[in-house]
């Protein structure tokens, strides 16, 4: 990602929110990793200057499945200014779209105003004026050099020597010790196919295999040869193994006659927005364009002939970070 890449100290994503039901939800909410460290606190700093604008404060809620939460390495936030889809929200947003931009900023100089006092920096373990020292001797003069002591090597007799083996008598010299291998019937011995070793060493004959009831007997002929369908002879009845399963799920939900799916990811009063979020959504080749109906941009992603297809792609998007609604 760009933020990881530049190395940024926060990180703050800005969007609309979406329900499917027009003019129902209303409010703004932040998102976050997980409710802990600085990262909260800049997601309520954030809600409470929006808050003070108009908007009705969702709070601050945990979504760590968002990639944009979850890949970054610094304090992330996800804040939806309002839903798209309800007008109070919309006027809200159109009418102080200045005030806005200017709250979400006091929330983040706030959160950095009050970041050391309420999370402060922890102290390394060791600094270069903490860490202890090894005494070092005194180098100025040769005589101070610490020395090894030498062996006294004046007279031979104070050499140091290797103890010797007394090597005068054959008998003295060390040997390796030898198994006794003298009588053959001490000699391990490895049991011959056919036979096994009993508890008194008697070797004991195998029984007999064709006294055994083979496994692989052959089934009683009933006179009537097995049915290509499946059937057991004699029977009538197909095998349960050979049972079709029925389908896990249909295997389309097709669009009425004419109709096709769309995934929608924004609308806009403004094509300026609608045409950076299409910009963004190219980037990462989804097949997105704009539609402009209603008095919206709406930027919309695929055409789908059944909704199978279409949920596919809304779940491909909701696991990139977007607020996603399918119609028709």
């Excluded at 860490?131 to 070092?136: G, I, K, Q, S």
């Excluded at 490895?190 to 508890?199: F, H, K, L, Y």
């Excluded at 002929?221 to 004699?234: C, I, K, N, V």
Aim: proline share 12%; net charge negative.
């Amino acid at each position: 990602m760009k933020a990881n890449a530049a190395g940024v100290d926060y990180f703050v994503s800005i969007h609309r929110n979406s329900f499917p039901t027009a003019n129902t939800a209303t409010g703004v909410e932040s998102l976050v990793y997980d409710k802990s460290g600085i990262k909260y606190l800049l997601g309520e700093n954030i809600n409470a200057a929006l808050e003070n604008i108009g908007f009705r404060n969702l709070g601050v809620k945990a979504r760590p499945n968002l990639i944009v939460l979850r890949r970054t390495r610094m304090p992330a936030v996800l804040v939806e200014v309002g839903f798209i889809n309800n007008e109070k929200d919309n006027a809200l947003f159109d009418a102080k779209f200045q005030e806005i931009a200017e709250a979400i900023a006091d929330g983040i100089t706030e959160t950095l105003d009050t970041q050391f006092e309420a999370f402060p920096q922890e102290e390394p373990a060791f600094s270069p004026d903490t860490m202890p020292r090894m005494p070092m001797p005194d180098m100025t003069a040769p005589d101070a050099w610490p020395r090894m002591p030498m062996p006294d090597m004046t007279t031979p007799d104070a050499w140091p020597r290797m103890p010797m083996h007394d090597m005068t008598a054959p008998d003295s010299w060390p040997r390796m010790p030898m198994p006794d291998m003298a009588p053959p019937d001490s000699w391990p011995r490895m049991p011959m196919p056919g036979t096994r070793t009993t508890p008194d060493s008697q070797p004991r004959q195998m029984p007999d295999a064709g006294t055994v009831p083979s496994r692989s007997a052959p089934m009683p002929d009933t006179g009537a040869a097995p049915s290509r369908s499946g059937e057991m002879p004699g029977t009538g009845t197909a095998p349960s193994r050979s049972a079709p399963m029925p389908p896990s799920r249909p295997v389309t939900r097709p669009a009425p006659s004419g109709a096709v799916y769309h995934v929608q990811t924004g609308a806009f009063r403004n094509e300026v927005y609608a045409k950076r979020l299409l910009q963004e959504l190219l980037s990462m080749d989804f097949p997105a364009f704009i539609q402009d109906s209603g008095g919206y941009y709406r930027v919309l992603v695929g055409s789908f002939d059944n909704l199978d297809d279409a949920a596919d792609m809304e779940n491909k998007l909701k696991s990139t970070g977007y607020a996603t609604i399918i119609i028709l």
